[in-house]
């Protein structure tokens, strides 16, 4: 399996609710990533996680809340989001945190906050 | 923060012809690597080149790396209309430990 599988795909929610965002892959990586991004613009990396412990944390507004429960699984958790968190969210995944590897993306989740 | 910057932004080809995007960045790395985006998908890691290396070639593309100018290239020949996508560069710090950054990536349309 040389995957990383995002759920949902689509994603429609409002400013209130409680959402979650969930990425899995079974390649054996070790680092994970979770980036956000806005239409035509680059990933803007959120979150690294390292064999299941966080690593960087780019001063992501407290509304995101990320998640590694074991080395396959990687979530991300959403709560009160703004109109403007609306993007394309990526999860990735690396052999390591190790400078040497490229990464393998997700097909990421089309987030839409109303 | 992104530190490659990718030239042009936009790119328009006809089918058949080469395409060649540029990437600049600033602080020294231990590799640089090429993504490609089909609109709205993820993103699928093309080539590394390490900054050891002058040239690197994967079928139909070809990377080079001048360190010393702080810039590489990629080379798409025979394009496809398959091609068109974005294409991001991203380098990788030699600070170990350090995430990829990701240039702001050229947006390649090839026409049929």
């Known amino acids: 399996d040389t995957e990383v599988t995002q759920t949902p795909k689509h994603l429609v929610m409002g400013m209130t609710n409680k959402k979650s965002l969930k990425c899995e892959q079974h390649?054996?990586?070790?680092?994970m990533y979770w980036y956000k991004q806005k239409a035509k613009k680059p990933p803007e990396l959120m979150f690294v996680y390292s064999y299941e412990k966080l690593s960087i944390n780019e001063s992501v507004p407290s509304r995101f809340s990320p998640e590694c429960p074991n080395s396959s699984l990687l979530n991300l958790h959403l709560h009160a989001l703004q109109p403007e968190d609306s993007a394309l969210y990526l999860c990735a995944s690396s052999q390591g945190l190790d400078r040497f590897y490229g990464y393998t993306f997700g097909s990421g989740t089309r987030l839409t906050v109303v | 923060s992104q530190q490659g910057e990718e030239d042009p932004q936009a790119l328009s080809i006809q089918e058949g012809e080469n395409a060649t995007m540029n990437c600049s960045y600033k602080t020294s790395i231990n590799n640089l690597q090429w993504y490609r985006q089909n609109s709205g998908r993820g993103l699928v890691h093309l080539i590394l080149i390490r900054s050891n290396e002058r040239e690197k070639h994967s079928g139909r593309l070809r990377v080079t790396l001048d360190t010393s100018k702080k810039s590489s290239s990629l080379l798409i020949t025979a394009s496809r209309a398959a091609d068109t996508a974005s294409y991001f560069c991203a380098t990788s710090p030699n600070d170990a430990g350090t995430p990829l950054v990701f240039g702001k990536g050229t947006r390649l349309s090839v026409i049929a």
């Open positions: 390649m054996g990586h070790r680092a």
